[in-house]
Structures are given as structure tokens and as C-alpha cells.
């Protein structure tokens, strides 16, 4: 089963499943942008461990402890490492290029600890990966999409991950979901 979860309300979607909402902020650098409603980096940040304790909710419900990368994107070097430093995107991630993003490769197993750095990392447009074992993915789209396909969720997993403000929509496969301005 594959689970689409985000901070999308899919009361704001159309007949197609395109959303609605174009005042809705998709990424970290929308932070401070009038057009998405000025979101603070504490608001971003709030959503963003919302996605990353959903996960923890969900591996320890299916009992897993570690997953390897897979399709592993890196497009940046050590200089845009350290600018991403600067201009905040890595504010309050203690990450060592060296040691933790140039070592990254496909295969490499992670830790509960390091699943939870990269999710960060994946949506904060640093590096994109899956996250994956024999059964159990997690795959990210692009603004603010993620997919997990495991077997089906308990209900009290799904209504924890709810109470911290995400939605969890089963059944729902990868896909471009695009923001329009229809009514």
C-alpha cells in the first residue's frame, strides 16, 4: 500500500487531485516569502519534524530499525555546502560534509538517527534519496510530497501522525501534483 502523507489538506484538492491553495509555502526557501503568508523558519521547521516523527511513528509501528539509500542525488559541492551554512537552509542540523554527505552512497544502511537527519536533508532540497528495505520505502516528490509504501498502517498510527498536522492518504501513488489557480 502506498500512502501519500503531507501538510496538504486534500479538501483543498480539485476533481484531478490538483491543489488549490498557491498561497501554500512548498519549500524552504519560501521562508520569510510574502507571497506564501511570510512563514517563519519556526513554522517550517515544525512541519518538518511533523514529516520526520511520522517516520518514526511508522518504523516503529513496522518494527525497522534501519534503511538503505537507494537512487541516491547529490548536486552540490562542499562550497554550496557551506552556503547552504550561511544562508540558513542547514540551521539546526549539525551535519559534517565530509564526514555525513560526501560518504553517502547507494547501499549505505542508516540508523534511526541518520534516517531522521536525511529527511531533513531530502526537504530541505540538500540531497534526494530513497529510503528503503525488503518491505518498506519512503520516496519524496517535489513541494513538500512524501510516499510510503509499506503494509497497511494501524489506525492509531495514522491518527497520531494526523494530530501533529499531516495528512495521510492511503492508495496513493506517486505523482505531479500540480498547483493551478482554479476554484
Known sequence: ????????????????????????????????????????????????TAYAESINLILDEKYISNLKINSLERHFSFEDFEDYKKDGRLKNIDVN?????????????????????????????????????????ITFGYDYYMYVECSELKNSTIKRIEKMGLFVEPNMGQRTIIVTDEK
Open 97 to 137: 560534509f565530509n564526514n555525513e554527505i560526501a560518504t553517502l552512497k547507494n547501499g549505505t544502511i542508516l540508523n534511526l538517527g541518520e534516517i531522521q537527519k536525511m529527511i531533513r536533508l531530502i526537504l530541505r532540497e540538500t540531497v534526494w534519496m530513497e529510503l528503503l528495505n525488503s518491505e518498506f520505502k
Open 1 to 48: 500500500m502506498t500512502y501519500r502523507i503531507t501538510k496538504f489538506n486534500p479538501e483543498k484538492r480539485n476533481e484531478e487531485g490538483h491543489f488549490l491553495d498557491n498561497f501554500e509555502w512548498t519549500a524552504i526557501s519560501d521562508i520569510g516569502n510574502p507571497e506564501y503568508n511570510n512563514v517563519s523558519y519556526e513554522e517550517y521547521e515544525k512541519t518538518e
